[in-house]
């Protein structure tokens, strides 16, 4: 696995650093896997086109490129791609996360009632190839990335913006651990679980992963709130479709369906 690795010491942004790599002749000759991993990330880009903040010594960063068949697919291999994050952090033993539509990871504080990010996922396409990129929180932060929260707002778990958490504070929060994680062995448990669930999405589709998915996600059954570009819109997240679409009942008692965006509990 090492020698698909590429680690830049520092780089903008390791997603462009790939797509750039593609670029130059079309991906042909990159192998399917390949990882740009940095300590130092000066221009991260989460979804939205919001800004994410790296801290070198506490925040993991790296893109993976992955290649498929069709473009269309996208929709539902983020979900995919959402998944296998997922699991590799629940095999790193942390309990109370779970998957955000589209594809960010939140850790739920039973004690306070409140939700906080520990991981976040952009996919882009260039062709048939998908570039992931993947920042997740690893060790306690000095500052807080991406989603610049107000805790001492009364609507905090309304809001579209969320606090940030790292893997090492919620095992300290769950009294299971005390000192630093290693950043080499959340990459490598992800990586391997990026590998697992998306082979098994080439070959069968997001269908069969649907059902971990929802088992895996926040908020099912509960009222929500989603947004995109140019809707908001209220109602119940009833599902997910095999397309990877999320399905809502609106308040018109109406089921619709739809990509991308994100949603928040209202």
């Known amino acids: 696995m ?3 690795i590429i680690y830049l010491k ?13 670029k130059q002749n079309g991906g042909n000759d990159l192998q399917n896997g390949l990882v740009i991993y940095t ?9 939205h ?4 903040i790296s801290e070198s010594a506490n925040t993991l960063t790296f893109s993976f490129l992955w290649k498929i068949t069709e473009a269309k697919q996208l929709n539902a291999i983020t979900l995919s791609i959402g998944l296998a994050v997922y699991n590799a952090l629940t095999e790193l033993k942390l309990n109370n996360i779970g998957l955000k539509f589209v594809n960010d990871i939140l850790y739920y504080d039973q004690q306070n009632n409140n939700y906080y990010k520990l991981a976040g996922i952009l996919v882009e396409a260039i062709k048939n190839n998908i570039v992931i990129g993947i ?3 690893v060790n306690k932060l000095q500052q807080n990335n991406t989603e610049n929260n107000n805790n001492n707002n009364k609507n905090k778990n309304k809001n579209k913006n969320y ?5 090492n504070e919620i095992l300290q929060n769950e009294s ?9 062995l959340v990459l490598e448990t992800i990586i391997l679980h990026l590998h697992k669930t998306l082979q098994i999405h080439n070959q069968n589709g997001f269908i069969v992963l649907k059902k971990s998915w929802l088992k895996s996600c926040f908020w099912l059954g509960k009222n929500i709130i989603y947004k995109n570009d140019t809707e908001n819109i209220f109602g119940d997240f ?22 991308n965006g994100s949603i928040w509990k209202a």
């Open 49 to 52: 086109n919001k800004k994410w």
């Open 2 to 4: 090492n020698n698909n």
């Open 163 to 167: 606090q940030a958490i790292s893997i």
């Open 135 to 137: 920042g997740v929180n």
């Open 238 to 259: 009833i599902g997910i479709s095999d397309n990877g679409e999320i399905e809502i009942l609106t308040q018109q008692m109406q089921v619709i369906k739809r990509n």
């Open 176 to 184: 299971k651990i005390s000192s630093e994680i290693s950043k080499k």
């Open 10 to 22: 520092q780089c903008l942004s390791t997603n462009t650093e790939l797509l750039n790599l593609i």
């Open 39 to 47: 300590d130092n990330q000066l221009q991260g880009r989460g979804q």
